[in-house]
């Protein structure tokens, strides 16, 4: 058996399951306290020290154009696109563009895993982090758990396996915290395929939500907010439920997300090289953003496999996220067939494309930096990243 030479860093002692994270009730679960890498999480998390500026020129040998609108919003990019598989996987949330890079690295050789997120046999919903080793194990993490998972709890197993290449699918705060440990992970290339992320809950919050929003929540497989102004839920018997976004019952859903949602700027996923999504293209399709050559190399594996077309803008959000955010702010719950009338007329005349992405930008942030305000006041100024600043700041706030 032949030795692993481990990188030389500091470790700590994970803590135990159950035990109070540095970052307190702002934590968002993504897995590095579990790990010896604990030592690093007060300059690593998030929630503790926010450090996009510096993150996004080691990712990417570059901070954003705050003066270009699209880096303001998206990040720093190479090109933004819409894509969709010609031939999509079976039992896939969309198409399978996700899981087709990953399979594809896999099988190239550019990669010796996947860290990715299959769920328990028990519960569809709880998330499972694993390092797949095969197009199987791949495939079994297909379709996106809402719930906050410790993916990077599989650090340490990364490193006693003496991996050196590696894919790592994440969200906004698990990417930024991989990001800041990276250097002391050994590796001789890491990956990264983000995906945009917004309002996770715990499994409880998750129930709540199906239970005050879906007519089945029993026999719910997936669902998405989408650009139809829509909650799509996928069912057991393939069918297709869908409730207008106004129709929510906000009254009893504003406190079921988790604070570090509630917190959180980074939708687009910044620091990865590649993102996958779907807010930014047309209905039925996959916006792709490319950060970077090692997104692009990524994205090159799949290109013969997908279609693609052009990212566009219509429409303005400006009033319509205006108006959103007292409503927002005092739970406003429309009658079923307001809501539904409202519905059909935004998506008529409302913001499609990138203006539907920025929509979705603006009204979280203006949402998120209300709560940091008002639950987290000492944080506000370094914690909410410039770019946020700037955003937000095109809107009037209630105090």
């Not at 909650?231 to 019952?249: A, C, Q, R, Y």
């Not at 988790?258 to 993102?275: G, I, K, R």
Request: net charge positive; hydrophobic share 35%.
């Amino acid at each position: 058996m032949t030795s692993v030479d481990f990188p030389k860093h500091k470790k700590a002692k994970a803590l135990k399951p159950g035990s109070r994270r540095p970052a307190k009730e702002l934590c968002s679960e993504c897995g590095l306290c579990d790990t010896y890498y604990v030592h690093y999480v007060k300059s690593a998390c998030a929630f503790i020290n926010q450090q996009f500026e510096e993150l996004e020129t080691q990712s990417h040998g570059r901070d954003r154009n705050l003066d270009n609108p699209d880096e303001l919003y998206f990040g720093v990019h190479q090109e933004m696109m819409a894509a969709r598989k010609t031939e999509p996987i079976p039992g896939a949330q969309w198409t399978g563009i996700v899981s087709t890079i990953a399979i594809e690295m896999l099988n190239r050789g550019l990669v010796e895993g996947v860290v990715c997120v299959q769920n328990t046999k028990e519960d569809r919903f709880q998330p499972m982090p694993v390092i797949a080793r095969t197009s199987e194990e791949i495939l079994a993490a297909r379709v996106n758990k809402p719930t906050l998972s410790p993916n990077l709890s599989v650090l340490e197993e990364i490193e006693k396996s003496g991996m050196k290449r590696l894919l790592v699918i994440g969200v906004g705060c698990q990417i930024q915290a991989l990001r800041a440990v990276e250097k002391q992970l050994g590796l001789e290339k890491l990956y990264v395929l983000g995906t945009p992320c917004v309002d996770n809950v715990t499994r409880a919050g998750l129930q709540k939500f199906l239970d005050t929003t879906s007519r089945s929540p029993e026999t719910v497989v997936y669902y998405e907010f989408m650009q139809d102004f829509r909650v799509h839920f996928k069912h057991e018997d393939g069918s297709t439920e869908t409730v207008p976004f106004f129709g929510l019952k906000t009254n009893q859903l504003k406190d079921v997300f988790a604070p570090s949602c509630m917190s959180c700027f980074d939708y687009v996923n910044s620091l990865a090289d590649l993102v996958v999504g779907y807010m930014g293209a047309p209905f039925g399709w996959q916006w792709i953003v490319v950060r970077n050559d090692t997104g692009k190399e990524m994205l090159s594996l799949v290109q013969e496999q997908i279609q693609t077309q052009p990212v566009f803008a219509k429409g303005d959000r400006k009033q319509a996220v205006q108006q959103s955010i007292p409503a927002y702010d005092k739970g406003v719950t429309l009658p079923m067939w307001a809501a539904k009338l409202m519905g059909v007329v935004i998506e008529k005349i409302g913001p499609k494309g990138l203006e539907y992405a920025r929509f979705s930008i603006d009204s979280h942030f203006t949402r998120n930096y209300l709560y940091v305000k008002r639950n987290y006041a000492k944080k506000l100024e370094a914690h909410v990243p410039e770019f946020a600043k700037r955003i937000v700041g095109q809107y009037k706030l209630p105090d």
